[in-house]
């Protein structure tokens, strides 16, 4: 079943915008995961943040976990045209990392 | 180079009539994972191994079954395909290691006629 939800279900930019992608989730989690869908393709892993961390760059990526409030924000910056693509958080179990559910997903669109 | 791939991208079956996908990695990981996607949904979590022990989530239909014969191959049998289980089919391995990321083929269309 289903773990996370996210927010906003779609979101439109122009290019150079950044972006702000939220994820809920309701049980207790090992690590929270941010994956990326092109259209048609499968899942590209992005970044991963562990229960004990609060906040994770990688590249244009940042990433931040709050525990207490169960939600994690992704942040794009300086997006791109190249970064259109659904984006899905998924929760790995407190004591079972083998135990994926992901979010319903952000659809984002950046516009040349 | 493709680490998880699955056969075919495409797939095209009857109502009813028995359809098989498959996936093969070259990571050597312990678990894989057989997930349903339908169109602008999020992938739903149908069964996973850990090596050769077999977890099906409850909501999975008894319609779906898998095969795993060696670390580096697993199968999703569909016995009696019905129109709603036209999605897109994803395989993905991970490490059982604490927290790694989930390494995902780039799936199965499955459409039913």
């Known amino acids: 079943s289903q773990q996370g939800e996210e927010d906003p279900q779609a979101l439109s930019i122009q290019e150079g915008e950044n972006a702000t992608m939220n994820c809920s989730y309701k049980t207790s989690i090992n690590n929270l995961q941010w994956y990326r869908q092109n259209s048609g393709r499968g899942l590209v892993h992005l970044i991963l943040i562990r229960s004990n961390e609060r906040e994770k760059h990688s590249g244009r990526l940042r990433v931040t976990l709050d525990t207490s409030k169960k939600s994690s924000s992704l942040l794009i910056t300086a997006s791109r045209a190249a970064d259109t693509a659904s984006y899905f958080c998924a929760t790995a179990a407190l004591y079972n990392n083998n135990d994926m559910r992901f979010g319903a997903g952000t659809r984002l669109t950046v516009k040349p | 180079d493709a680490m998880v791939i699955q056969n075919p991208r495409y797939q095209v079956t009857q109502f009813g009539k028995p359809v098989t996908l498959s996936c093969s990695q070259t990571?050597?990981?312990?678990?894989m994972y057989w997930y349903q996607q339908k169109s602008s949904q999020a992938p739903k979590l149908l069964f996973h191994?850990?090596?050769?022990?077999?977890?099906n989530e409850a909501d999975t239909p008894d319609n779906f079954q898998s095969r795993r014969p060696n670390t580096s191959f697993c199968f999703l049998d569909i016995r009696s395909p019905g129109l709603g289980d036209a999605a897109m089919y994803l395989c993905?391995?991970?490490?059982?290691?604490?927290?790694?990321?989930?390494?995902f083929g780039d799936g199965t269309r499955l459409s039913i006629l």
């Open positions: 993905a391995t991970n490490s059982p290691q604490g927290g790694q990321p989930q390494h």
């Open positions: 191994y850990y090596d050769k022990d077999f977890n």
């Open positions: 990571l050597n990981h312990n678990v």
